[in-house]
C-alpha cells in the first residue's frame, strides 16, 4: 500500500494551525482568569471546549488514514512511526504540531492551576464571610491530623 503523505501532512497542517489559535485561546482565558471576568472567561472557555473536540477528531482521522494505509499507530510510537515512513519534510511538520501541542498543554495546566487558586481564595473568603475559620490542620500523637477549627460569626469579629 501508498504511503497517505499527502492527507496525513493536511491533517497535520490543520493540526498545526487549529493548536495555534488554541495557544492564543489559552493566552486570552489566563488574561481572563487574572482579571475574574467570568463572561470573557465562559465565552473563551466553549472556544476552546469547541476547538479540543476538533483537534481530537482530526486525531482520529489521522489515526485511521495511518491504519487504513496497514500502518500500526501504537500510542506512543507514533512519531517513531512517522520518523520511519516518512519524507523529511512531514516528520518537521508533525514535530512542529508536537511541540506546539506540548506548548499547549502546559499553558492549559498554568490556567489550571490559575483557576484551582482563585477558587480556593474565593471558598476561604465565604468561609470567613459564614464565620467558619479554621486553624491549621495539626498532628496528633497517632500521627493523623486533626482540625483545630473554631467557628464565629462576623458579627462577633
Not at 501508498?2 to 489559552?26: G, K, N
Request: charged share 25%; glycine share 4%; with cysteine.
Amino acid at each position: 500500500m501508498s504511503l497517505p503523505s499527502a492527507q496525513l501532512q493536511r491533517l497535520l497542517e490543520t493540526d498545526y494551525e487549529d493548536l495555534v489559535v488554541l495557544a492564543d485561546i489559552l493566552e486570552q482565558e489566563k488574561g481572563f482568569l487574572a482579571t475574574r471576568d467570568v463572561s470573557q472567561l465562559q465565552a473563551t472557555t466553549e472556544r476552546k471546549q469547541q476547538l479540543i473536540k476538533k483537534i481530537e477528531a482530526n486525531s482520529r482521522l489521522k489515526a485511521k488514514l495511518l491504519i487504513d494505509s496497514g500502518l500500526n499507530p501504537v500510542p506512543g510510537r507514533i512519531a517513531e512511526l512517522i520518523r520511519s515512513r516518512f519524507e523529511k519534510s512531514l516528520v518537521d511538520l508533525w514535530a512542529a504540531v508536537e511541540n506546539q501541542l506540548k506548548h499547549c498543554k502546559e499553558a492549559n495546566l498554568i490556567n489550571g492551576k490559575i483557576a484551582q487558586a482563585s477558587a480556593q481564595r474565593t471558598n476561604k473568603l465565604m468561609a470567613i464571610l459564614r464565620g467558619q475559620s479554621s486553624k491549621p490542620n495539626l498532628y496528633g500523637s497517632k500521627g493523623y491530623e486533626r482540625s483545630q477549627a473554631t467557628t464565629y460569626s462576623l458579627a462577633k469579629a
